[in-house]
């Protein structure tokens, strides 16, 4: 029973090595391999259609097909939801932290606050915070601006999202 465990153990390692582009010899023992690429076999339509899009900067459409006026926002409740934001962001006018002040922000154009060091992606996205551009940007982020800094993954909850919306406009 013993050499069985050790045979299975032997077969195992040499699976795992062979999954991280090793071979086993025929005494167990890792070889390097090396690993061809793959041919691609997709056309670019195929590739492209894969890809989440990136929105443009008047496109409000959101991963689940809800729009801010599905909701009713509650700013008491966005209050609560702003909490979590508050780690990098304040609606103190002219007090930027790890992310810009978020003072006046429905209105505003993307990267413009003075004083913030925005990255290119954000500087140049073409964005006006709507509050329907705000519903989609904080259902995602990174898929609205990809290469933001912003390392927030983003609010599913649209309800959630509609309440933080009506307080930042309460601020």
Aim: net charge negative; aromatic share 8%; proline share 4%.
């Amino acid at each position: 029973m013993k050499n069985f465990y050790q045979g299975l153990a032997v077969s195992a390692s040499a699976l795992l090595l062979a999954a991280c582009g090793g071979e086993a010899g025929d005494d167990g023992s890792a070889q390097s391999a090396e690993i061809e690429a793959p041919t691609q076999t997709t056309t670019d339509a195929t590739v492209e259609e894969a890809a989440p899009s990136v929105p443009a900067a008047d496109d409000v459409a959101t991963f689940d097909g809800t729009t801010l006026a599905d909701f009713t926002g509650d700013a008491a409740n966005g209050e609560n939801a702003f909490l979590q934001c508050k780690a990098c962001h304040v609606v103190d006018e002219g007090v930027n932290r790890v992310g810009p002040s978020l003072a006046g922000i429905i209105g505003r154009t993307a990267g413009t606050v003075d004083g913030f060091s925005y990255t290119e992606a954000n500087a140049n996205s073409g964005i006006v915070w709507t509050p329907e551009k705000m519903f989609q940007y904080l259902e995602d982020p990174r898929r609205v601006i990809p290469g933001t800094r912003m390392a927030y993954a983003g609010l599913k909850d649209g309800q959630k999202r509609a309440d933080l919306i009506a307080y930042l406009q309460a601020q």
